[in-house]
T-cell receptor, first 117, second 113 residues
């Protein structure tokens, strides 16, 4: 199947700093990518939908100025957590859909574990 | 408000027996349901899906059943194998046309040799 790669897999940062997480579709083009967040023992929660060449669509309650999403190419979307705080510590995971495929064909990255000290 | 619920955080079965993972939902606008499997340190991978117009979909050892009146679906794995040990997520799509999926919290399946 298609491959989605995330980097970094783990990151530890100090409170107040910004962290960038990359999501790449390695062998297919993805016009749409999704960013999820998962807190311990909770569901994967959709944060935003990232569309290539346009602004991301954020879910209710997600601060767009804090979680900056850039989808500059058909193979790369980035999530930047700005001015990170300990409560932003979570597991962030992206997914992408092969253009033209049905809804089930979402391919997920490995996830990025963010720890804010 | 949890729209997709997986009430069993874990399940343990013996190799060769049937594994049944359950999922309940509250939103009657969901039109498509999916199961994903996740191994540690990996992202979830798509396993099987079912449209709301069907009540059963089968793929090899995996069968998903949908009971719309009860807003309940289940994933059956027969026979279970140790390699099936993973966290299984149930997900649902709102028919509104969005590709947005709503996930349950997952059930950790352990298949013992």
């Amino acid at each position: 199947g298609a491959v989605v790669s995330q980097h970094p897999s783990r990151v530890i940062c100090k409170s107040g700093t910004s962290v960038k997480i990359e999501c790449r579709s390695l062998d297919f083009q993805a016009t749409t990518m999704f960013w999820y967040r998962q807190f311990p023992k909770q569901s994967l929660m959709l944060m935003a939908t990232s569309n290539e060449g346009s602004k991301a669509t954020y879910e209710q309650g997600v601060e767009k100025d804090k979680f900056l999403i850039n989808h500059a190419s058909l193979t790369l979307s980035t999530l930047t957590v700005t001015s990170a705080h300990p409560e932003d510590s979570s597991f962030y995971i992206c997914s992408a859909r092969v253009s033209g495929s049905y809804v089930g064909e979402l391919f997920f990255g490995e996830g990025s574990r963010l720890t804010v000290l | 408000d949890q729209q997709v619920k997986q009430n069993s955080p874990s399940l343990s079965v013996q190799e060769g027996r049937i594994s049944i993972l359950n999922c309940d939902y509250t939103n009657s606008m969901f039109d498509y349901f999916l199961w994903y499997k996740k191994y540690p340190a990996e992202g979830p991978t798509f396993l099987i899906s079912i449209s709301s117009i069907k009540d059963k979909n089968e793929d090899g050892r995996f069968t998903v059943f949908l009971n719309k009146s009860a807003k309940h679906l289940s994933l059956h794995i027969v026979p279970s194998q140790p390699g099936d040990s993973a966290v299984y997520f149930c997900a649902a799509r709102d028919w509104g046309g969005s590709e947005k999926l709503v996930f349950g919290k997952g059930t950790k399946l352990t298949v013992n040799p």
